[in-house]
């Protein structure tokens, strides 16, 4: 029996386990990296490790989130992260430089390695044929001091590709199909693995698009087998000594199958507010448009800026809606000035943003009071554009573009004969913003830069056997780590200071939790199905734990915000039977014993109602351990200590 291609590279690098699905693996890993909104909390805790420079291949730190720069906050803490960069042996890509995913992938990305990055979308790396992963920014750490990255072998999809996608229908619509279908929590524990005959027709950047945004889906990572299109790639990008064949065996057996065909697809788009409200544009057409906002990390390549400034190209968008641009590198835009269809987007009246992360998590732009805003980006969560009332919708570059020129959803079909334009045979390559990492002799030298918002990390102590307390707050289904730990510009630049960042926890859906929480000294949260989607922002389990949180009861957990919670010391448990979540009610005093967590047990008392429920829990035996001793940090500290 063959095997697929992520059941190799995961073997290539398998340090602990077997491929059978579900069970506890550890793998080695080649590459991490960072961003300065999840950064700095990674690059404490590496410090605190004691280790002397990264034992990875290749570890980078790129500024790309944390641009908005209205105080010291935010360039205090990119002069701590380039100071940390030159100590430990990390690349610095420079503010400016542009995001991360779209720079890894043009600059770093490799075939057959394995990327660990703190940021949900790095499986973007994907599209090189790499096993691409986003995790919290402690087990980030724990990468880059040497420690093998765990988790449950994943079952993987054949997601089939036939076909070729017709004009005006691209990347991002593929993914939308794939949401459509299956929906924000389908993948989780799974890996989507493209292959079929329609991959051939998709380019490295199209296939990233369809990997990032494959995050939403729930999926552990999502890849393209490493072939002729990627080696193409790569030789454009001047790295094709980089380059290696990767594919799936002929015999490969999957555990699923999706079939798509390209040729059948339509322009599909993203109701508010979750990527899973997928929609054909041809039912929201008509719809009045106030803001569009293309780029991101999903749609900022050359590609997605080459189509958008050829259908601007000569018109002028609607005089009642806004048009943003945030270009994913200055690679991109380089080759945009150099072409000429900068001008294109400028003339048309388009605003042109930097190089960075921007309105996609609330930093600037963020729409009018009841607006309609229709973005390339992966995410259209509650709020998370920066005004509350904001309606997000999310769509193709075509789709966009369209939308800007006539003020309201149309589909981009209607738009006439599809524009023409050349993409380069060899991209225009300048790395003089990437600072490479200094020689062992001079980093040890390097002396680490503090602004005086960086806080110490807090406390973690071993849990008790027993917890007491009150339910402090009781949520639906999918409930995002945007609910939890929302971003925006004014809560991002406390992402080093836990103290002043936890006084919005929940803000969202209660802004009287935080001062509850400490009211009640701590206590507990209860949560529906699929919680902690979305971001890998591990501030979502670090401040609740400064709060006092101590356990968090659900239907089930998102992948990766569930190791956060194990990672600082939050006791995580889903329910035997789900209906006993209804059992349950804010304000209950409940007490949890925790004696028989090692066989996969817990008992709920409801002090309150006088009821008793069983608990459980996926954890491994590491999970265990780490959960005990109050956190991953604790026990890497002491291995390394020893």
């Known amino acids: 029996m063959g ?36 950064g700095t909390m990674a690059y404490l805790q590496f410090e605190s ?6 034992k990875t291949e290749l570890s980078v730190s790129y500024v790309d989130h944390n641009t908005l720069q209205t105080d010291f906050k935010n360039p205090d803490d990119h002069r701590y992260l380039q ?9 610095f890509s420079r503010p400016g430089n542009g995001i991360c995913h779209q720079v890894h992938l043009e600059r770093f990305a490799r075939p057959g390695k394995t990327l660990l990055g703190s940021d949900s979308h790095t499986p973007t790396g994907g599209g090189v044929g790499m096993i691409a992963i986003g995790a919290g920014g402690l087990d980030v750490a724990a990468a880059m001091a040497g420690e093998p990255f765990r988790l449950k072998m994943p079952k993987i999809v054949e997601v089939y590709l036939t076909g070729k996608l017709p004009n005006f229908i691209s990347a991002k619509d593929v993914i939308l199909e794939v949401l459509r279908r299956i929906g924000v929590k389908g993948a989780v524990n799974k890996v989507l693995e493209y292959v079929g005959p329609g991959i051939k027709t998709l380019t490295v950047p199209e296939r990233g698009t369809i990997t990032n945004m494959g995050t939403e889906t729930g999926a552990t990572t999502s890849i393209f087998p490493s072939d002729e299109i990627t080696r193409e790639f790569l030789i454009a990008q001047e790295r094709e000594g980089e380059w290696e064949e990767i594919l799936p065996d002929e015999d490969a057996v999957y555990d699923e199958t999706i079939k798509i065909n390209l040729s059948e697809l339509e322009p599909l788009i993203a109701e508010p507010h979750s990527p899973g409200n997928v929609k ?6 008509g719809l009045k448009v106030d803001q569009v906002c293309i780029g991101s990390c999903t749609n ?9 400034a050829n259908m601007l190209k000569g018109k002028t968008i609607d005089e009642h809606t806004v048009l943003t641009i945030s270009p994913g590198s200055r690679q991109v835009v380089n080759h945009m000035i150099r072409s000429g269809e900068m001008a294109y987007l400028v003339e048309a009246g388009a605003r042109i943003l930097e190089n960075a992360c921007g309105p996609c998590l609330g930093q600037g732009l963020a ?23 904001g309606n997000v919708y999310l769509v193709s570059p075509e789709t966009a573009a369209i939308a800007a020129i006539e003020g309201k959803v149309t589909d981009p079909r209607k738009f006439g004969q599809l524009p023409k334009f050349d ?3 060899k991209f225009m390559v300048n790395d003089n913003m990437i600072i490479p990492p200094l020689p062992p002799e001079k980093a040890k030298n390097i002396i680490i830069i503090r602004g005086p918002n960086i806080k110490p990390l807090p406390e973690l102590n071993p849990i008790p056997e027993k917890l007491e307390g009150e339910v402090l707050l009781k949520v639906e289904d999918d409930i995002t780590t945007d609910h939890i730990m929302p971003a925006g510009a004014k809560i991002l630049p406390l992402r080093s200071n836990i103290p002043e960042i936890s006084k919005y926890v929940f803000n969202v859906i209660d802004e009287k939790f935080h001062d509850r929480s400490l009211e009640k000294k701590g206590g507990f949260i209860v949560g529906g199905e699929n919680y902690g989607q979305g971001s890998s922002r591990e501030h979502a389990a670090i401040a609740p734990k400064y709060l006092g949180i101590k356990s968090v009861i659900v239907k089930s957990f998102a992948r990766i915000h569930l190791a956060n919670l194990v ?37 709920l008392k409801d002090l309150t109602k006088g009821t008793s429920i069983e608990l459980t829990h996926s954890l491994s035996q590491t999970d265990l351990e780490e959960l005990k001793a109050g956190g991953k940090l604790t026990l890497i500290k002491q291995r390394h200590a020893q």
Do not use: C, W
């Open 300 to 308: 900022s390549s050359l590609r997605d800026l080459k189509i958008v």
């Open 280 to 285: 054909t544009v041809k039912e929201l057409e």
């Open 423 to 425: 993409m380069p045979k």
């Open 49 to 54: 490790m004691g280790i002397p420079r990264v």
């Open 83 to 91: 100071s940390i960069a030159a100590k430990y042996g990390l690349y």
């Open 567 to 603: 990672n600082f010391g939050i006791v995580p448990l889903t329910f035997v039977n789900k209906e006993d979540y209804k059992t349950i009610d804010q304000g209950d005093h409940i007490e949890i014993d925790l004696t028989m967590l090692d066989s996969g047990k817990a008992i």
């Open 3 to 38: 095997k697929t291609l992520t059941e190799k590279i995961i073997e290539s690098h398998l340090v602990e386990g077997t491929l059978e699905r579900g069970s506890d693996i550890a793998i080695t890993i080649n590459q991490t990296l960072t961003q300065d909104a999840t």
């Open 367 to 389: 729409p009018k009071t009841n607006a309609v805003s229709l973005r390339t980006f992966n995410r259209n969560f509650l709020g998370r554009s920066g005004t509350k009332s």
